[in-house]
């Protein structure tokens, strides 16, 4: 049982950080897997980055290497995805998601609100 709250979004200049956080709830969430999804408007759901239950393992879309970093931290109950180098088509929702495991082409169980980015060019 885990309940995921994004935050940190906002509108930032191509080129430009921010910094999300995911934060959960449940004494399950260091058994969970979490990714970073995102969703532009009129384009299908993206996977963005996901980290294995204990840090020790990520993943990145090819497109965000080299410019954004998934971490979490156990002890806050909390997942963080760092993203430099914003680009204008990096405009989306982002969701948070946790699951047993998350591979290409599922659907994880617990998913957040969303937090919204927007890149102006």
């Known amino acids: 049982q885990v309940q995921l709250v994004e935050s940190g979004g906002g509108l930032v200049q191509a080129g430009g950080s921010l910094r999300l956080s995911c934060a959960a709830s449940?004494?399950?969430?260091?058994?969970?897997?979490m990714g970073w999804f995102r969703q532009a408007p009129g384009k299908e759901r993206e996977l963005v980055a996901t980290?294995?239950?204990?840090?020790?393992?990520?993943y990145y879309e090819d497109s965000v290497k080299g410019r954004f970093t998934i971490s979490r931290d156990n002890a806050k109950n909390t997942v963080y995805l760092q993203m430099n180098s914003l680009k204008p088509e990096e405009t989306a929702v982002y969701y948070c998601?946790?699951?047993?495991?998350?591979?290409?082409?599922?659907?994880?169980?617990?998913w957040g609100q969303g937090t919204q980015v927007t890149v102006s060019s």
């Open positions: 998601a946790g699951d047993r495991v998350i591979v290409h082409g599922t659907n994880p169980t617990y």
């Open positions: 449940g004494r399950t969430f260091s058994n969970y897997a």
């Open positions: 980290i294995n239950w204990s840090g020790g393992a990520t």
